[in-house]
Nanobody, 117 residues
Framework: QVQLVESGGGLVQPGGSLRLSCAAS????????MSWYRQAPGKQRELVAA???????NYADSVKGRFTISRDNAKNAVYLQMNSLKPEDTAVYYC???????????WGQGTQVTVSS
């Protein structure tokens, strides 16, 4: 059974930083697009950042220049470095793996990020 396990969430003050990690198991990691989504209370889940299997990345406009996604295929892991955090970044952050070949789609359980003074 495929597992995606997120870690690194927590409470941080505005302007602070956090690094989220997602460890994948039982998956041919290198072929999957790995993404981070987030869902704030009362809002729809939205794409934050994605790292394609070939290495290209894309970001939501709201996080460009502040967040960086990276992946380590040798460790079956994807990371999200979040800098200059704002209260509006508060949400549950989810790791996602998607294969355009098989159309298989997997989600982690989510990790809470709260930005507050």
């Amino acid at each position: 059974q495929v597992q995606l396990v997120e870690s690194g969430g927590g409470l941080v003050q505005p302007g602070g930083s956090l690094r989220l990690s997602c460890a994948a198991s039982r998956i041919f990691f290198s072929i999957y697009t790995m993404s981070w989504y987030r869902q704030a209370p009362g809002k729809q889940r939205e794409l934050v950042a994605a790292a394609q299997s070939g290495g290209s990345t894309n970001y939501a406009d709201s996080v460009k220049g502040r967040f960086t996604i990276s992946r380590d295929n040798a460790k079956n892991a994807v990371y999200l470095q979040m800098n200059s955090l704002k209260p509006e970044d508060t949400a549950v952050y989810y790791c996602n793996a998607f294969s355009s070949l098989s159309k298989k789609d997997y989600w982690g359980q989510g990790t809470q990020v709260t930005v507050s003074s």
